[in-house]
């Protein structure tokens, strides 16, 4: 699966199923539960009624105790990521969820930058697939192309095909514009600027809240259809 990931586009809205889907539930994991999108991925799942179990992957304990409700049992594992090749959660894992990022900035090089924008979630995602999980979801970003010659866009379009190469039956994978929302202890100074530029703009560029796209990728799990989708900006809302 070289090259560029073909985009399928939804004329529907993805809205979060509450349809029950057999008599078994599911367990999910997450990489990148103390982020924007990632926080808000963690809130549904653990509200979503097919769900039995959600491992939260960190390096740190989560803060609070706000998360421990709903449905689902939350499960922390903290690790370190280079431990992530023989990693094991407790439970058997059937949805994975990646929300998981930095910027160049707090990286402090492209190098250092890639390591955690594609070569963590790579490790991740093939971790998960050899131990059985079915359905792949991840955030990119706009413009993902592994032939860009921009960095960001590049590197983004990079772990997507890698992705797609490793063979789930099921994987989303998710573009937004400009996410909207606070994020705790990184400003992201030039995001927030684009946050309130882009908030009347066309839907494929508007700024979108990560509530928003936390909920298609929970909707895109519950659906787990066969093969892949690439789903724009404007299709999560």
């Not at 990632?38 to 304990?61: E, F, H, I, M, W």
């Not at 494929?204 to 900006?233: D, E, Y």
């Amino acid at each position: 699966m070289g090259g560029v990931p073909v985009i399928y586009t939804f004329q529907d809205k993805m809205t979060l199923g509450t349809e029950k889907i057999g008599t078994e539930k599911l367990n999910a994991i997450i990489l990148g539960s103390t982020g924007l999108v990632g926080g808000k991925c963690l809130d549904q799942l653990l509200n979503t009624p097919q769900y039995s179990n959600v491992v939260a992957l960190t390096r740190r304990p989560l803060e609070g105790d706000s998360r421990r409700g709903g449905n689902a049992t939350l499960l922390e594992s903290i690790i370190h990521y280079d431990e992530l090749a023989t990693y094991t959660p407790e439970v058997a894992i059937d949805h994975v969820f990646c929300a998981f990022g930095t910027t160049l900035s707090r990286a402090g090089s492209q190098e250092a930058m890639q390591r955690v924008d594609v070569d963590i979630p790579l490790a991740f995602f093939r971790r998960m697939k050899k131990l059985g999980a079915k359905h792949a979801s991840l955030v990119s970003s706009i413009g993902a192309n592994p032939s860009s010659r921009s960095f960001y866009p590049r590197i983004k379009g990079e772990l997507e095909v890698e992705l797609l190469r490793l063979g789930f039956e099921s994987v989303d994978i998710f573009r937004p514009s400009v996410i909207g929302g606070s994020r705790k202890d990184d400003a992201r100074p030039a995001e927030r600027i684009m946050q309130f530029v882009l908030r009347f703009a066309p839907k494929s560029l508007r700024t979108i809240p990560a509530a928003t796209i936390a909920r298609a990728m929970v909707s895109g799990a519950i659906a787990a259809k066969p093969g892949h989708r690439t789903v724009l900006s404007q299709h999560m809302w």
